[in-house]
């Protein structure tokens, strides 16, 4: 089992650790619900060395990304990052990624910490049966990643440094330390303003302290505090955002994901045209008439959660399984999202899920259940 | 922190206390926060009949759902409603306010399973 860089911190702060993807990672600290509303109304601090940091660097590293991901990537600055996700030749979904780039032919990817074997296999074979010239090199264990997020977190990060928060979102910057670089990018899966860090792991003390330095994480009224993977997950849920293993997966179309936006069916045309991997799966079920399934949101009445695996049912037909749920903290009620058949993905939509002992009366509704205000 | 040593425990992370034959049966605060926030509580309708191992209701978390189980026979004779209402009553005090069902007991010999809290805190610190 991995240990995280921030593993002292965790301990330091009375997280209740778990097991996840391989590593020993923080669930929560104060109580999942309260982190959740904490990240919402000012900041919470997560750990996220987990997630799997590739560098990808050489003469056909643009090459090899544009055969990986399903957005174009020749057309990216550098200190831009793009969210998209990586197919297999059936168009299912192998990841879902972030890529940096750092100059013409250096990136970083960020992968899911359970994929990252399976990625940089991936990365590997793609390589070599291009007979590409690129160093893959896995930077994960040699580096930390901590995602700060919350509505005043811009606010005081502008302390440490007055270029951040001037950050479009999805725009990245490296700030130079003494002996360290700190890769910070405005970025996030919690559908709030913030920032993610990729620091060398040997740093991150140093680095918390210079980040926030005028915040007491242990002080009642703290503007940042720790925040685990289950708040996490209720936030990101909140913004409906995919997680891999939930809404996204091998068997699971691409296009049935609600992330239409980051597949560029049209990369093979124009300038630097080039195919990816499952686009050719992909326009086939496009021209025969879109995904037979559909990922939506479900908002319910009651208390009851619905959880992953639940049947959502259409009076008596099935019609679809949960793919993730919670209790929403910031609406008061149960959420979920769900791959339902295309003919009842229309908001307004009433379905049932079947909890086993009870039923949930539940309303297709649009993605996200939360937006945060404009700040 | 150490469970009250003035009931006993399931290994399914029930504590029950009984006096006489009436038995009172809540979740532990090992097992709550293994749950973390308490969401949601059902248990079974008072007059409900139960043998040893059964079901009595069941405890969602944000997590999580979960049985809460029997460890005797007994017929419900009170449900906590405050806990249904407030169910983080569970998280801020298991052991207390956060109690789950009241019953009768009508056979008590599953107790003999159960353990005191210096074998159950022991057990739970592997």
Redesign the interface.
Known sequence: MHESPLHAFHLKHNA?MVPFAGWTMP??YA????EHKQVRSSGGIFDVSHMGRVKVSGRHARRLLERLCSRRVHDMQPGQCRYSLMCNDRGGVRDDVIVYRHDDDEFTVVVNGANREKMLGHFEQVRAAGDLSVKIDDTTMKTAMVAIQGPKVMGFVGKFSTEIPTLKRYRFTVKNLVVAKLTVSRTGYTGEDGIEVILPAGMVDMALKLILKDVDMDAPDALVKPAGL?SRD?LRLEAGMPLYGHELGEEINALSCGVDFAISLDKDTGEFAETFIGMEALKKVQENGGPRVRLVGLAFEG???P?QDMPVKSGEREVGKVTSG??SPTLDRPIAMALVNADVAAPGTRLQVD?G?AVLEGEVVSLPFYKAPKG | MSSPADRKYTSSHEWIQVAGDAGTLGLTRFAVEQLTDVTFVEMKKVGTAFKAGDSLGEVESVKTTSDVYAPVDGVITEVNKAASDDPSLLNSDPFGTGWLVKFKVSSGAGLAKCVDAATYDRDIAH
């Open positions: 209740q669930i929560r109580g999942i619900v309260e289950g209720s208390r009851r959660t959880r919670c209790l909890a002992r």
